[in-house]
């Protein structure tokens, strides 16, 4: 596993700075950041309560009872976009955690795994809509992870691991 930039080959740099340079065409953001629905966490289906099934009703968005249904809706309902998938345009971009228990900053320390922490899985600052070859590089390299991170500090304040603030609230954000 690649960690630091520096250790990347020039070739990998390349790609990922490709990708990371024309980012709104492989990474698509909410407009807002909410949580759906606090102390949800991933479960196999989920069974939501009339608050939330209404909230979503009022926007249009179907219920979604699928393990991750609940990041999908909160992406969703946060303004966030979907694009069709080229190979299949019936499938959407996947919603991926940008914090999902991968690449601690330091070696001594956890990163939040977002699917198992209910003030973060429907956590719209920490969602995204990802193209799969960008979901690739989230997926496989410490630095391409560590950009999105960045990037929801940037747009939303939000930090759940410490990194780029001092201290947080319970929600992750910058205090």
């Avoid at 609940?70 to 069709?84: D, H, I, N, Q, Y």
């Avoid at 922490?117 to 560590?146: C, M, R």
């Avoid at 990037?151 to 001092?166: A, H, I, N, Q, T």
Wanted: glycine share 6%.
């Amino acid at each position: 596993m690649k960690l630091k930039f520096d250790e990347l080959s020039e070739h990998e740099k390349k790609i990922i700075n490709e990708v990371w340079n024309h980012r709104t065409r492989f990474v698509q953001w909410p407009t807002k950041a909410i949580v759906l629905w606090d102390e949800c966490v991933r479960v196999g289906y989920h069974h939501y309560p009339e608050e939330i099934k209404n909230k979503l009703k009022s926007k249009g968005i179907r219920i979604d009872s699928r393990s991750n249904g609940p990041a999908v809706m909160s992406f969703l309902f946060a303004g966030g976009r979907r694009p069709k998938r080229t190979s299949d345009p019936k499938q959407e971009w996947h919603v991926h955690h940008i914090y999902d228990g991968k690449f601690p900053w330091t070696d001594n320390r956890d990163t939040l795994h977002a699917v198992q922490n209910g003030k973060h899985f429907t956590q719209s600052a920490g969602l995204v809509a990802i193209h799969p070859i960008a979901e690739a590089l989230a997926d496989e390299y410490f630095y391409f992870a560590w950009l999105l991170r960045y990037e929801s500090y940037l747009k939303f304040s939000y930090d759940p691991d410490m990194v780029f603030c001092g201290g947080t609230d319970e929600y992750g954000f910058k205090i």
